[in-house]
């Protein structure tokens, strides 16, 4: 059967759902389905808002029927699912009076307890948290729990010390995964690395529920493969509150934001605004040495490359939302990013060329997102962007062979794109739960680059293109818990055309987990997903770094498919070991080559027949006392890659790698709080098409200090310690003769002030992916 066949077999299946949902609404019930956006939540304090710990909350419906029960945790916090409204609560703890509460609500906000006057002295028990716990296929994560003591500032730094979560090259990656896609409550967080991280950091950790970790993600998130879902604390009370803070960074040179967010909420509605400024100063620099054989002649070149950007940015975000009770909620948010003057300098000497670069950018973003979720659970959402990148470039080039050109660049990158979502959810009192829905994309891209000689003759193209291009697909999914099985299976079509390009495709995906008993957690993934190259890289544009090394687009540059699988296997809710496999068709990556008619670096991205990795991952927690919380993860992998049309040079390449990390927490006092952390990293030799990586290790320190009843806090953290985080890599292949030396100057000391007010609960949406934006 064809792809395209199947694909529209889909739209029936969903006709169907829609039909056999809307039914199901129509039929009285006295209990509804089981719902994660209407789990109840609250935290139980006392007379003076301390926590309350380890209190007894039971939940029975109107009838006193028990339905049922959670424990608080050290934050004083509890979710109880299924969620029947209206309901009655009894919370009781030795310590505090029996309270018993009368609601609809799905959020109760702060729950203030009695001491009771016959109440004894407290009994400690000290036990170990479990790390892991899952639902529905995912691990849950307390991340509360899980960095309580550790010197983290933010939610981004508790990501990092999520088992197996870890950070290269300011991406989250997942061990076991090919890559992973950030959630912010249940919607795609589409963002690049470094606006992921901007946001992530400004998120207090106390602002996280739970984060969730999906190696085989449901198609109602709109995202595919592995995932992890921040959810974020939600608040129906009327109360303003806020945060400021101020960090200061060096390496090599000095960086310098500042910013601050304000909330406004109530029962039924809220508006919240984040503003921030930077003023920044970047330096990357590394060496290159290149035996290049043109002509039968070679030629020993050698370059020193420093390369500085320099400016402002601001960031602005307004958002209001609507939601009275049990009737649906409406949002809509602005985003704004601006980067006005960026001032760019790039220097090279050695023996082939002296090059100086001067480039003059302006980034600006504007994106309006609407969002409306029904209380029968339909949700629907739209989102536009508008990017606009105008750069201007002069580059000098000073030949060692007396030769010099030199020419003017104006080139930019304007983007339109539109976003339309439609999803909804059902669950049947059989244990059923059937999702569907769909998604529609429309982008529009005008990519340019104008030349203007001023002096000598060097080989330069104008270009202007405008692509446009478009993106449907349709889901239908189902999956149910059999006592202590359960599995969920989903299918999705997706039509894609840029340009003369067009193709149809499939998406499977399942999940299976099994728990014969609490100390034992089996669960098996599979996935399947597409990558799409940035705008710029499908053009036939020409980029110049200096005047021996270029950036080279390529037309016709097809998306990467993905294929994976994991075994994940959860020994007393800590101890993780991981099977996986992924495939990936298509590939697709930025490598270099020597060009062989011409004396000239080519960085250009093209499509391997494949890359292949499969191994194991484990994850192993421990303690010492109550001065020392250690987690080392190992990992251990054979990767192969092949590209046939790589040049006129074919490689067929294939290696073991081993990885390493260890993380150590030192509790150095509680009164004051004071924590330290010792990490260290390492990685042994690794291949990158005709590149050898040679091996790396990095070590990272920080130490933090919470004040003021733990509203301030400050830290100093310096990462890659020795300066050694950054891999050399070397080329040794058929006629190919290069070795890039490691970036210098990666140590970075930070130091992070933040103080909150007004129990700060800052309100975090989903951001602007702009990954395939940028020249």
């Known amino acids: 059967m064809k792809p395209h066949t199947l694909f529209f077999l889909l739209i029936p299946v969903a006709i169907l759902w829609t039909v056999a949902a809307a039914q199901a609404q129509t039929t009285p019930r006295?209990?509804?389905?089981?719902?994660?956006?209407?789990?109840?939540?609250?935290?139980?304090?006392?007379?003076?808002d301390a926590p309350v710990a380890g209190a007894a909350v039971i939940l029975f419906d109107r009838d006193s029927v028990y339905l049922g029960a959670a424990a608080s945790g050290t934050d004083g916090r509890f979710e109880l699912r299924p969620a029947v409204r209206p309901y009655r609560l009894q919370i009781q703890h030795l310590a505090y009076e029996l309270r018993t509460?009368?609601?609809?609500?799905t959020e109760l906000g702060d729950i203030r307890l009695t001491e009771a006057a016959t109440a004894v002295d407290a009994v400690v028990v000290e036990g170990e948290r479990p790390v892991v716990k899952v639902e529905q296929g995912r691990l849950n994560y307390d991340l509360g729990r899980l960095t309580e003591g550790q010197a983290v500032n933010n939610a981004y730094e508790a990501l990092t010390r999520l088992p197996g979560?870890?950070?290269?090259?300011?991406?989250?990656?997942?061990?076991?995964?090919?890559?992973?896609?950030?959630i912010l409550n249940g919607r795609p967080s589409t963002m690049t690395?470094?606006?992921l991280a901007a946001l992530l950091r400004s998120t207090p950790v106390d602002r996280v529920e739970r984060a969730e970790v999906m190696f085989s993600a449901p198609p109602q998130y709109h995202v595919r493969g592995a995932a992890i879902n921040v959810v974020l604390r939600r608040s129906h009370e009327t109360a303003f509150s806020g945060e400021v803070h101020a960090n200061y960074t060096n390496r090599w040179y000095d960086t310098y934001d500042a910013g601050g967010s304000f909330a406004l909420?109530?029962?039924?509605?809220?508006?919240?605004?984040?503003?921030s400024a930077a003023r920044s100063k970047e330096l990357s620099s590394f060496d290159l040495h290149s035996r290049h054989t043109f002509a039968g002649q070679p030629y020993d070149i050698r370059q020193d490359e420093w390369m500085t950007y320099e400016g402002w940015s601001h960031r602005l975000r307004a958002a209001v939302e609507y939601s009275p009770k049990q009737r649906g909620r409406v949002s809509a948010a602005y985003t704004g990013s601006f980067s006005p003057n960026t001032d760019g300098l790039s220097r090279s000497t050695g023996t082939y060329v002296h090059s100086l670069s001067n480039k003059q950018s302006d980034q600006t973003l504007h994106n309006l997102a609407l969002r409306y979720v029904a209380a029968c659970g339909l949700d629907l959402g739209v989102d536009y962007t508008h990017y606009d990148n105008p750069e201007r470039t002069r580059l000098e080039n000073d030949y060692a062979a007396a030769a010099a050109t030199a020419f003017d660049v104006t080139s930019g990158q304007r983007i339109d794109r539109l976003n339309v979502t439609a999803d909804e959810r059902h669950a049947f009192a059989s244990g059923w739960e059937l999702t569907a829905g769909g998604a529609f994309g429309f982008a529009r891209s005008h990519d340019w680059?104008?030349?203007?000689?001023?002096e000598g003759s060097p080989a330069t193209t104008d270009t202007d293109a405008r692509l446009d291009e478009y993106t449907a697909n349709l889901y239908a999914g189902f999956g149910r818990q059999f006592g202590k099985a359960g599995f969920t299976a989903s299918l999705a079509g997706e039509y894609y055309r840029l340009g003369d390009y067009e193709n149809w495709s499939l998406y499977p995906q399942a999940s299976m987990t099994w728990t014969p008993s609490e100390r034992h957690i089996v669960q098996l993934n599979f996935s399947s997903d597409k990558e799409y190259p940035s705008y710029w890289e499908m053009q036939g544009a020409v980029s110049y770094i200096d005047g021996y090394s270029e950036i080279h687009g390529t037309p016709g540059l097809r998306p990467s498919r993905s294929y994976e699988a994991?075994?994940?296997?959860?020994y007393r809710q800590k101890y993780i070991f991981v099977l996986f496999w992924n495939e990936r068709p298509d590939y697709f990556v930025q490598t270099a080559w020597q060009a062989s008619d011409r004396l000239a670096m080519i960085y250009q991205s093209l499509n391997w027949n494949f890359n292949r990795q499969w191994g194991a991952n484990a994850v192993l927690p421990f303690r010492i006392g109550r001065w020392l919380d250690s987690r080392l993860t190992l990992t251990g992998m054979r990767m192969r890659q092949r590209c046939d049309p790589f040049h006129d040079m074919a490689f067929d390449r294939s290696k073991w790698v081993g990885i390493a990390r260890l993380v150590n927490t030192f509790h150095v006092s509680r009164k004051p709080a004071i924590d330290l952390e010792v990490n260290g990293f390492f990685q042994s030799a690794a291949i990158q098409g005709t590149f050898d990586v040679e091996p790396l290790g990095s070590a990272d320190a920080a130490v933090k200090w919470t004040f003021d009843r733990g509203r301030a806090t400050l830290s100093v953290r310096c990462s890659?310690?020795?300066?050694?985080?950054?891999?050399?890599?070397?080329?040794?292949?058929?006629?190919?003769?290069?070795?890039?030396?490691?970036?210098?100057?990666?140590?970075?000391?930070?130091?992070?002030?933040?103080?909150?007010?007004?129990?700060?609960?800052?309100?975090?949406h989903k951001e602007v992916d702009t990954s395939r934006f940028g020249h």
Not at 30 to 48: F, V
Not at 265 to 275: L, Q
Not at 449 to 454: A, F, I
């Open 165 to 182: 979560v870890s950070e290269q090259e300011g991406a989250l990656t997942l061990a076991g995964a090919s890559s992973v896609t950030v």
């Open 720 to 764: 890659d310690l020795f300066d050694s985080g950054m891999p050399n890599t070397k080329v040794r292949y058929r006629g190919q003769w290069l070795d890039m030396g490691a970036q210098r100057y990666t140590r970075t000391v930070t130091v992070h002030l933040s103080y909150r007010f007004g129990s700060f609960k800052e309100r975090k």
């Open 566 to 570: 994991q075994a994940v296997y959860i």
């Open 449 to 454: 680059q104008h030349y203007t000689v001023l």
């Open 101 to 105: 509460i009368e609601s609809d609500r």
């Open 30 to 48: 006295t209990t509804p389905p089981p719902a994660a956006a209407d789990a109840i939540r609250g935290r139980i304090i006392d007379a003076a």
């Open 193 to 195: 690395p470094e606006q």
């Open 265 to 275: 909420s109530s029962p039924s509605w809220s508006a919240d605004v984040t503003y």
